[in-house]
């Protein structure tokens, strides 16, 4: 085993607390600390991997902006973990840069004729860059002659080198089966993706670009504080594992946080969990909820906040049991909750960073707690080389 465990019970744990390191890594290239202004760095469209390195920044971000101009809409494809990330990407490239964008899962993506007009920026995420599915959907993209770009971790990665622009995740090595800290880190490239697209655009004044990138530069240190919630969990699985299900649910930038977590609770605990927009409750999952079911809220203080709180209070008068996150000391929601887990204030293009962290303890030390292998869950593989 070349990368260790360093002392972690698990590598996930490990890559857990990593986290706010990885992130910071993965700006670091693109943001300037001390304009507080973003430059995407060395994408190299039409470059090889190997060139990369080489590339003089300053020109190279000349070409990005001349290629990321001529760009009217974006498709982001990917599979798993990779595939919320690029539904977050959605609501910041969306609102910030107001182009229109399509996420898709790439084995869908990839068998049903997708409509792809000009001027289109394909864009794939994937942890490995060795995903089948997401793989064919970006040699069927170049194919039909949109422009591709790629967020990989494993540099040289087959769709890597595939793509015509390169984004990193920087995360290292990930070994957990289940994706954590690709996951934040991919979100926080995005932020400075969008961020400079939108710049580029002029969809973005030069005050926000600065008010954004202070966010983003904050948030590996308020990271870390979440990460406290560790011992949280370590405590409380024994009593979370008694719940029948779980019923995770946000609005805007929550949602896929929602659908993330449920999926981090099935990889993991092996127990019945949905992702669901919030707004969607009374189409269904509302019949679902009684004292067995849990339901955790992802609600943090941003504009929809009030919205969420609402559809909270409608779970709860079913029955349901409440773990819910929102930002700081929140009374209104620690009243409401069995279990209540706060976030520092941010902005909400970096919430989501911030909101996935006590989901994925949550998990992990409910898969402690039954005695599941963390690392290596059950008919899962880190990596879905084959169809
Ligand atoms: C597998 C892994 C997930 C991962 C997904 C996509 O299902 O277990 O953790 O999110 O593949 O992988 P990729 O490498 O393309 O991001």
Known sequence: EMVEKQGYTHYMLKEIYEQPRAVAAAIEPHVNPEFF????????????????????????????????????????????TSNYAGMVGKYLIEQLAKVPVEVDIASEFRY???VIPPKSLVMTISQSGETADTLAAIRMAKEMGATTLSICNVRNSTIDREADGHLYMNSGPEIGVASTKAFTSTMAVLNCFAIGFARLRGTMDEATEKELVKSLLAVPSQMEGVLAYDKYFEEAASKLKLFRGFLYMGRGSSFPIAMEGALKLKELAYMHAEGYAAGEMKHGPLALIDERMAIVMVAPTDHLYEKTISNLEEARAR?????????????????????????????????????????????????????????????????????
């Open 112 to 114: 049903r004729n997708p």
């Open 319 to 387: 029955g349901g049991k409440v773990i819910s996150i929102g930002t700081g000391d929140n009374e209104k929601l620690r009243a409401i909750s069995e279990h209540y887990l706060a976030i520092p204030k941010a902005h909400w293009t970096t919430n989501s960073i911030l909101t996935v962290i006590p989901l994925q303890l949550m998990s992990y030390h409910l898969a402690c707690n039954l005695g599941y292998d963390v690392d290596q869950p059950r008919n899962l593989a880190k990596s879905v080389t084959v169809e």
């Open 37 to 80: 202004s973003v430059a995407l760095k060395n994408i190299g469209f039409g470059q090889s991997v190997q060139k990369l390195e080489e590339l003089d920044s300053k020109a190279d971000w000349e070409k990005t902006k001349e290629v990321l101009k001529n760009i009217d809409r974006v498709f982001i494809i990917a599979c798993g």
